[in-house]
Structures are given as C-alpha cells and as structure tokens.
C-alpha cells in the first residue's frame, strides 16, 4: 500500500531565505509523484510532478523537486522564497496499481517571514 | 491543464437538511472525477471516485447513502450531502482526471458549515 510522509508540520523561514520541505513515500511499484500548493480557502494547485525521465523536476513559481529512488523522497526546494510563497504544501503519490487515486502528504505549512 | 469549477463556493445549512455541491468541467470531458473532503489543518481525504455513467466508487468508511455522487454527464459531478449534521462541516474539494490518468485537477473547494 502507499504512503506519504511529511515529516515538518511547519516550517518558518526567512524571505529570500532558502527552503526544503521534505516528503518521503512508499510503494511497492512505479511511482507518479506531486507536489501542491494550497492557499487559504481555495483548491490545490499542481508545483510539479515526477512521471519518469530525468530525477529533477522544475516546477512553477521557482520551485523543484528531486526523486530519490533509493531514499524513496522527493524533497521540494526553492533557493529563494517570498512572502507570497506562504502556504500549504502537499506531497502526493499515484501509481498504476491503485487505479491512479492519489494518496496525499499530512501537508508542511510553509511561513515565510520578512 | 483542465479548469475545474465548483459551487457554491460557501454554503451554511441547517443540521437535518441536504445540500447539493456541483463540480464542473469547463474545458475538459471527464470521464473520472473525485471528491475529496479536508478538515481543518488537515490533509485531504478521498471520500470517492465518480464515473460518468456508472455509480460511483466509496472509500472505506465513507457512507454512499450519506454522500450522494451523481456523475450524470461528462462535464458535471454533484455531490450531495444528506440530513447534514455538524461534523459534516468541511471544505469539500474535487478534481478532473485528465487524458494521462495519473494527472488530477482540482476545482477550487466548497466550504460547508452545518448548523
């Protein structure tokens, strides 16, 4: 069965400062791996996504992401955050054997301070 | 990527009575959609996979007789919840399967308070 974890409930940071937030899985396949953004009140906004090929992933808004298959993780990093980047970020997984249903993180608050 | 609708946007009910969530596809035909349904400060929770045409599938726990899903065209999902109680209040978010199955796209939510 899947799993996501993130570990950081929250992390406070810095403006311009750089950012991890971390996200480790489980599966016993082949993995599609997400990263989303939700801001207070709305729906989810697609950052990235890993379906295959190259192991780093460029999302919008700066932000990328980098599957590690031996540490079974796909850590979202910016080098430099804004106020504007304060949110809620979720990490999801997917795979063929679950019909595609998409299993979410806890989800990482991510406080940027000025 | 799919623009994904949903209304309303807030709805405050009355404990006992039903409330009906619509989920559009603007852009898109989706064949799959899915209901998800987050507390606050909480991760989302899948409560059911809709498919057009056909009855929707439930996830453990949820109950199908509790959370109606209707799925009746290929732009159009509902969700309804009925004889609402207050820990039915929730924001309730669904998505789009797109063309690549493993892609989701999700509508903006619906915020519920039952009172």
């Known amino acids: 069965a899947q799993s996501v974890t993130q570990l950081d409930s929250q992390v406070p940071v810095f403006e311009e400062a750089p950012v991890e937030l971390r996200c480790n899985y489980s599966?016993?396949?082949?993995?599609?791996l997400f990263w989303y953004v939700q801001y207070p009140n709305q729906g989810l906004q697609l950052l990235l996504k890993y379906l295959s090929g190259s192991t780093l992933v460029k999302g919008i808004n700066g932000f990328e992401a980098e599957f590690n298959k031996s540490q079974t993780s796909f850590h979202l990093r910016k080098p430099s955050v804004h106020i504007s980047d304060t949110a809620e970020y979720f990490c999801a997984v997917s795979d063929e054997d679950s019909s595609y249903k998409l299993i979410f993180g806890s989800g990482t608050r991510l406080l940027v301070r000025p | 990527g799919a623009v994904v609708s949903q209304h309303p946007s807030r709805v405050i009910c009355k404990s006992g009575t039903s409330v009906k969530i619509e989920c559009r596809s603007l852009?898109?035909?989706?064949?799959?959609m899915f209901w998800y349904r987050q507390f606050p400060k909480k991760s989302l929770m899948l409560m059911a996979t809709?498919?057009?045409?056909?009855?929707?599938?439930?996830e453990q726990g949820v109950e199908k007789d509790k959370f109606l899903i209707n799925h009746a065209s290929l732009t159009l999902s509902t969700l309804t919840v009925t004889s609402a109680h207050p820990e039915d209040s929730s924001f309730y978010i669904c998505s789009v399967a797109g063309p690549s199955s493993y892609e989701q796209y999700f509508g903006p939510g619906t915020r519920l308070t039952v009172t």
């Open positions: 599966s016993s396949v082949s993995v599609y």
């Open positions: 852009d898109f035909q989706a064949t799959t």
């Open positions: 809709s498919n057009e045409g056909s009855k929707a599938t439930y």
